[in-house]
């Protein structure tokens, strides 16, 4: 009953209204002039320095969900759980090669989304259009996954009902508020709030960790517990370390996800705020900081099987809801006021990224659908309002996601999500270094990765669904005589490249036009106040500059 956490609940919902209020107030912290303005509202002013975009980008990739999922994988699968530390620490070399010429040509010309970049490097408004749905697609299931996180917290509180409406009133409410201040002050609001959210995550990681072993026992303890549930498991797997017949699987899923992770549209929207390249380069020096707090994260996994901690009862029938393991951990071990703050962690910790998602979707419908394809004249102002329109239509979605479909499919999503997203490499990533590739060549490599990725993804199967039940393809269905599987993304990704490079030497075999590139070398060396575009006037996709109204 929710009466036995009081005191829980009124810390989360002091803590919860703080930042709320944070984000209300963020309207007016490094404020210009005018918000009516696409630049303005939803990449901040393009002006945030070091720890701003610090914070943010962290609190952009470090989300609710891995605070809640992370440590429920480890606590149910034991080692495979672990991939999500390799990857986020693979990742800081490779994107590093890419964002800051990015960020360098997107300055240059006045991008906001990928699809920008994509519209101007292949003169294609088809690809454009492509990477931009894309994107939107991938971006939708990872919002949802944030209202997961706050629902296992609600869980733990005991703030559930018996009706649908009941059970998620909580999580309207305060995606309600959410929509109202991200509506109101774009991404200054998350980067306000992202500084409150990792320090509260920081906190509650450090205390958790040395406080935890100490008072179960130690370490010694912590992993022995683990490795006796996963040797009473009727069905052996993965224990504290990896099987065989796992480790392709886990190889795979760590660079897939690694090269996945900086493709996601509201990734590249806290990269595109930053003032300049050093910004840039510092963060991606810095961020692996992160990796070692997710490390720690992991282990509360097996700290929650120490505890003998058992999770809550699943949407489905005879399931259960492995992403309570945390919020029943912090609730069992720590006092009540402490626990408080963790769930008010975990619960902020689902805004901050939830609201990058929104405003970066936002920004691809309204610049890569709305101004492509619906009105080109659109001014600066009506391109602004669209967004944050669209920005509240996305989190609505979300909201139903979690409201008609079982959470744990969400989970699954997810993974889908990776996979979809992974299919934009081609034309983003490798876009940033070589025009090499033939427009019809990546619009046709996108059409196999996709098709073939949601194949795969489609004959995975498990005990509770016949499809879509996962990203670990058997290899034994593409008739290899073993039990080991593969991430889907990865596969679907090659196919992707190699249809790519074939319909681009076909097509330049048959001389057709390759459109013109509406980007220039030097554009990747840009840095701050080296902007073609002049005081007054703007760029859109390598459009002409036009007059900002």
């Not at 629902?151 to 409410?173: D, F, N, Q, Y």
């Not at 691809?364 to 004249?377: G, S």
């Not at 039990?483 to 889907?488: A, L």
């Amino acid at each position: 009953m929710w009466r036995d956490h009081l005191t829980e609940i009124i810390v989360f919902a002091l803590l919860f209204l703080l930042v709320s209020g944070m984000g209300f107030v963020a309207a007016r912290w490094r404020a210009p002039k005018d918000m009516a303005h696409l630049d303005e509202w939803g990449l901040g002013g393009r002006n945030f320095g070091g720890w701003i975009t610090w914070f943010l980008v962290g609190g952009d990739l470090y989300t609710a969900y891995t605070f809640v999922a992370v440590p429920a994988l480890v606590f149910g699968a034991g080692a495979m759980g672990f991939f999500a530390v390799p990857y986020t620490i693979v990742i800081y070399p490779l994107v590093f090669l890419v964002l800051a010429r990015l960020w360098s040509v997107s300055h240059r010309h006045g991008f906001v989304t990928p699809a920008d970049f994509v519209r101007s490097r292949f003169d294609s408004p088809v690809l454009a259009l492509v990477i931009a749905i894309t994107g939107i697609v991938a971006t939708m299931p990872y919002i949802a996954l944030q209202l997961v996180g706050i629902e296992s917290v609600l869980k733990a509180m005991g703030v559930t009902g018996e009706s649908t409406l009941a059970r998620h009133l909580p999580i309207i409410v305060a995606f309600a508020i959410l929509a109202a201040y991200t509506y109101q002050s774009g991404l200054r609001a998350p980067a306000l709030i992202a500084f409150v959210k990792d320090s509260l995550i920081y906190i509650v990681i450090l205390v958790a960790i040395f406080y935890l072993p100490y008072k179960l026992g130690g370490w010694g303890e912590i992993f022995d517990a683990a490795d006796a549930k996963f040797d009473a498991s009727p069905a052996p797997g993965d224990g504290v370390l990896l099987n065989a017949n796992n480790q392709l699987q886990y190889v795979t899923l760590a660079l897939g996800s690694a090269l996945a992770l900086f493709l996601y549209p509201h990734s590249l929207t806290g990269v595109l705020a930053s003032r300049n390249r050093d910004v840039i380069k510092r963060n991606m020096s810095a961020l692996p900081a992160y990796s070692l707090l997710l490390g720690l994260i992991a282990l509360l996994g097996y700290m929650a099987i120490a505890a003998d901690v058992t999770p809550l009862p699943g949407a489905s029938e005879g399931t259960v809801d492995n992403n309570t393991v945390v919020p029943l951990l912090f609730d069992q071990q720590f006092p009540s006021w402490f626990a408080g703050v963790a769930y008010a962690a975990i619960g902020i910790g689902a805004l901050v990224p939830a609201a990058i998602m929104s405003i970066a979707a936002a920004n691809l419908f309204t610049r890569n659908i709305y101004k492509e394809y619906l009105r080109r004249n659109a001014t600066p102002a009506q391109e602004a309002n669209v967004s944050k329109i669209t920005s509240l239509v996305v989190k609505i979605g979300a909201v139903a996601c979690i409201v008609f479909l079982d959470p744990q499919f969400s989970i699954d999503l997810q993974l889908i999500g990776g996979v979809i997203i992974l299919q934009t490499l081609p034309a983003v990533a490798l876009g940033i270094y070589t025009r090499w590739f033939h427009r019809g060549g990546l619009v046709a490599g996108w059409v196999a990765g996709m098709g073939l990725g949601m194949w795969m993804l489609y004959q995975i199967s498990s005990p509770t669904r016949k499809h879509f039940a996962g990203s670990a393809f058997p290899l034994e269905k593409f008739g290899f005589d073993t039990q080991k599987t593969i991430y889907v993304g990865m596969v679907a990704v090659l196919v992707n490249l190699l249809v790519a490079a074939v319909v681009t030497l076909v097509l330049r075999a048959a001389r057709v036009a390759e459109g013109v590139d509406g980007t220039a070398p030097d554009d990747y060396f840009a840095d701050e106040g080296d902007a073609r575009v002049t005081p007054g006037t703007r760029t859109d996709a390598g459009a002409a500059p036009e007059p900002v109204a």
